[in-house]
């Protein structure tokens, strides 16, 4: 298994422009297996080197996802040059390329975490080109592809722990959406007590189904029909 492995891995070349190239290192990107080997690689170097580190209650919590990292730590153990300078030193391929916390800030992913004095707060973060764009109502799609995006979106919002505020801007960005692409109003308040009586009730009975319309909903900005 570990020759055949090598031979595959060994086979990245590509083609540009005509022509035939080989990196002098790295995997093939479009090889299914490129992504496993990569993952496999990425665990054992954790393993080896970033788990002291939590051990040691040097860095509080290291999260990866693919290969955006978030990395929280305790200021008055570590400073970030230092873990920096550490984890840069481990493999001669691999290069941090840290983006600071601002303002208490920093954005992971699709989340904004915000550093208080004794805890941290998420929020939904969205870049600045992001143009919510999702399939119109009016377009000729099966009715769940159209739907979606907002159980996504509405999924996201129940999900985390948002504050009341930002729970309400969340739903009020959403109906935005939905009103923007021609989505009747009855039908994404429908989603959203679906969505909430799941994520709230889990392991609830069939027989609480029935109770579902009685479940608070953050009040929308327009109350008529779109």
């Not at 595959?8 to 290192?25: D, G, T």
């Not at 009715?143 to 509405?154: G, L, N, T, V, Y």
């Not at 722990?161 to 692409?181: F, G, H, V």
């Not at 909430?196 to 929308?220: E, F, M, R």
């Amino acid at each position: 298994m570990l020759s055949l492995l090598k031979v595959i891995l060994s086979q990245n070349y590509f083609m540009f422009q005509q022509k035939i190239y080989q990196p002098a290192q790295g995997i093939s990107m479009w090889s299914p297996i490129s992504s496993l080997v990569a993952e496999i690689f990425l665990q054992h170097y954790e393993d080896a080197n970033i788990k002291q580190l939590l051990d040691m209650k040097s860095i509080a919590l290291y999260v990866r996802h693919v290969e955006d990292i978030l990395v929280i730590y305790d200021t008055t153990k570590i400073n970030l040059r230092t873990i920096n300078t550490y984890i840069n030193k481990i493999h001669s391929n691999i290069k941090l390329n840290p983006t600071y916390e601002e303002h208490n800030s920093i954005a992971f992913l699709d989340l904004t975490i915000k550093r208080r004095n004794t805890k941290l707060e998420v929020d939904i973060y969205r870049k600045p080109t992001t143009r919510d764009t999702v399939i119109k109502f009016l377009s000729n799609h099966p009715i769940e592809q159209k739907m979606a995006a907002f159980r996504f979106h509405i999924t996201r919002m129940h999900s985390l722990r948002l504050n009341t505020d930002k729970e309400q801007t969340e739903w009020e960005i959403i109906q935005s959406i939905a009103k923007n692409n021609n989505f009747p109003q009855h039908l994404l308040l429908k989603l959203n007590r679906q969505i909430l009586y799941k994520v709230s009730n889990k392991k609830a009975s069939k027989n609480d189904k029935k109770n579902l319309d009685n479940i608070h909903l953050p009040q929308p900005k327009y109350q008529k029909n779109y």
